[in-house]
């Protein structure tokens, strides 16, 4: 129970829906590499994004990643695609 309380809201960087927070997996930026942080804790500017690979694609036709993070220059999200191909292939 939330107690009425509103839960947080956050925007997927792909398809631009808001949505709960607890619904997006937040995404941080480590050494050029886009990188899924589910526990919320790692430091620096993060990006949500719903597990899904449409949603990843989407951001990616958009270059939404760069301006997220507000970084120039090339992110290289191949471990973030690696993970949510595994899991839709795990479902």
Same mark, same amino acid.
């Given at each position: ?11 997927? *960087?792909?398809?631009? *829906? ?10 941080? *930026?480590?050494?050029?590499?886009? *990188? ?7 430091p620096?500017?993060g990006a ?44």
């Amino acid at each position: 129970m939330n107690r009425g309380r509103a839960a947080p809201q956050r925007t997927c *960087v792909g398809c631009r *829906v808001c949505t709960a927070k607890s619904d997006l997996l937040r995404l941080v *930026v480590i050494e050029g590499f886009i *990188v899924p942080d589910p526990h919320g804790r790692l430091p620096g500017r993060g990006a949500s994004l719903h597990p899904d690979l449409a949603c990843l694609e989407l951001a990616e036709r958009r270059r939404a990643f760069s301006r997220a993070f507000r970084l120039s220059g090339p992110l290289d999200a191949s471990a973030l695609r690696r993970r949510l191909e595994a899991e839709r292939g795990g479902s």
